[in-house]
């Protein structure tokens, strides 16, 4: 229940190309659902967030589109760049005083140049 | 990264041994995480603090436990090291930053126990 579960664990995309990254989840009580992504040797930065109300979230080339019922969510990266090269985590909570967020295992995505 | 600083940054250590890693904001954020980052796992919770002298475990915190005796430093402790433990450790802070609520993480502390 508490899981989220995020795939593919590696993408591979060209230049200009189209990024996407899939999560899902199984508690219908989390109500916030944040991106964040993580170059080496860094700690993850939060990238987009979007809350259950809504359905797509967009931000620049990154967007957030939410599927409520099928209890799952996705990261698209619009014309994809060498330095989106990162490793992707999603991840879901519940606020309870504060969000204390469960991640996903992580993506690692490489952009050709 | 908000003013949030971890030390050591590199550690290794002895089976056996007892650990701790210090983390340290300057801005007065009340919440404050510890997080292990495992590949195949993600980023898995291990403690928490939400003041001074209140904390509550996480979902891996066996193991672990963590003290703030000040708001600006949130220290996790390794009671007798095991190569489980073996990870890098994330210290977060959580706000609001540009409209949207989440975690600020410092940049890490690598672990090794032999």
């Known amino acids: 229940q508490q899981q989220v579960k995020q795939s593919p664990q590696s993408l591979i995309v060209q230049k200009g190309g189209i990024s996407i990254i899939n999560c899902a989840y199984e508690?219908?009580?989390?109500?916030?659902f944040p991106w964040y992504q993580q170059f080496p040797g860094k700690g993850p930065a939060l990238l987009i967030a979007?809350?259950?109300?809504?359905s797509e979230k967009k931000e620049g080339r990154f967007t957030i589109s939410f599927n409520k019922s099928a209890k799952q969510f996705s990261l698209h990266i619009m014309d994809s760049q060498p330095g989106d090269s990162a490793t992707y985590f999603c991840?879901?909570?519940?606020?309870?005083?504060?969000?204390?967020?469960?991640f996903g295992t992580g993506t690692r995505l490489k952009v050709l140049a | 990264d908000a003013g949030i600083t971890q030390s050591p940054r590199h550690k290794v250590t002895e089976t056996g041994t007892p650990v701790t890693l210090r983390c340290h904001q300057t801005?007065?954020?009340?919440?404050m995480y510890w997080y292990r980052q495992d590949p195949g796992h993600g980023l898995r919770l291990i403690h928490y603090?939400?003041?001074?002298?209140?904390?509550d475990k996480g979902e891996v915190s066996d193991g672990y436990s963590v003290s703030r005796s000040k708001t600006e430093d949130f220290l996790l402790t390794l009671e007798s090291a095991t190569s489980s433990q073996t990870s890098v450790y994330f210290c977060?802070?959580?706000?609001?930053?540009?409209?949207?609520?989440?975690?600020?993480f410092g940049s890490g502390t690598r672990l090794t126990v032999v």
């Open positions: 603090s939400y003041g001074v002298k209140d904390t």
């Open positions: 979007i809350r259950p109300d809504v």
């Open positions: 508690n219908t009580a989390f109500d916030y």
């Open positions: 991840a879901a909570s519940l606020f309870s005083g504060t969000y204390k967020y469960i």
């Open positions: 977060a802070i959580s706000e609001w930053a540009g409209g949207s609520y989440g975690y600020t």
């Open positions: 801005e007065n954020h009340r919440y």
